[in-house]
Structures are given as C-alpha cells and as structure tokens.
Nanobody, 115 residues
C-alpha cells in the first residue's frame, strides 16, 4: 500500500519559516520525481517545486529564492523549506510522487501565513 504523509504545516507570521516533510512508503522512493503542489481556496492546484531522481530541482517563479526542495532517499522523505513566507503562500500543500504514468498524492497539510 502506497502512502505519502505530509507534515509540518501550521500558522506562521509573514516573514516566517516552515519546513514541510512528506514521508513515502510502499514505493521505491529513489525512482520517483517528487513534487510539492499547493491549492488555495477557489484556485487551481499549482506546482511549487520539483526534485528529480538525480537531485536537480525546479521552482515556480513565485517561490524562487524563498523555498528549497530537497530529498533524502535513505529516509524516503522529501522536504520543502519555506522562508520569507507571505500571506499569498497560504494554501494546502500536497506532495506528489511521479514515475512514468504513475502518480501518488498525499492528503495535504495546511499552511496559513497571517499576522
């Protein structure tokens, strides 16, 4: 059974930081591209950051320079370090594991940036 479990969300003030984690089980983690997506109320789910098998990364323009995605294949975990958070970063954040045509999603973790 495949599971992706996100954690680390919460309420943070503007300018603050959070570190999200996504622990995977039931897959050969190192083979998968890992993504972080987010979805705010009334908006489409958007891709935030990607880390591929060899560790190369890519980011949405809106988070470049503030967010860092990383993976630990020994722990089957992908991380999203979020710094200099803004109110517009508030959303439910989801991790996705992708390999060829196969996609698995986590249940999401809420991030709220507010004073």
């Amino acid at each position: 059974q495949v599971q992706l479990v996100e954690s680390g969300g919460g309420l943070v003030q503007p300018g603050g930081s959070l570190r999200l984690s996504c622990a995977a089980s039931g897959i050969t983690f190192s083979m998968y591209t890992m993504d972080w997506y987010r979805q705010a109320p009334g908006q489409q789910r958007e891709l935030v950051a990607t880390v591929i098998r060899d560790g190369n990364t890519d980011y949405a323009d809106s988070v470049k320079g503030r967010f860092t995605i990383s993976r630990d294949n020994a722990k089957n975990t992908v991380y999203l370090q979020m710094n200099s958070l803004k109110p517009e970063d508030s959303a439910v954040y989801y991790c996705r594991a992708k390999w060829l045509h196969i996609n698995y999603w986590g249940q999401g973790t809420q991030v709220t940036v507010s004073s």
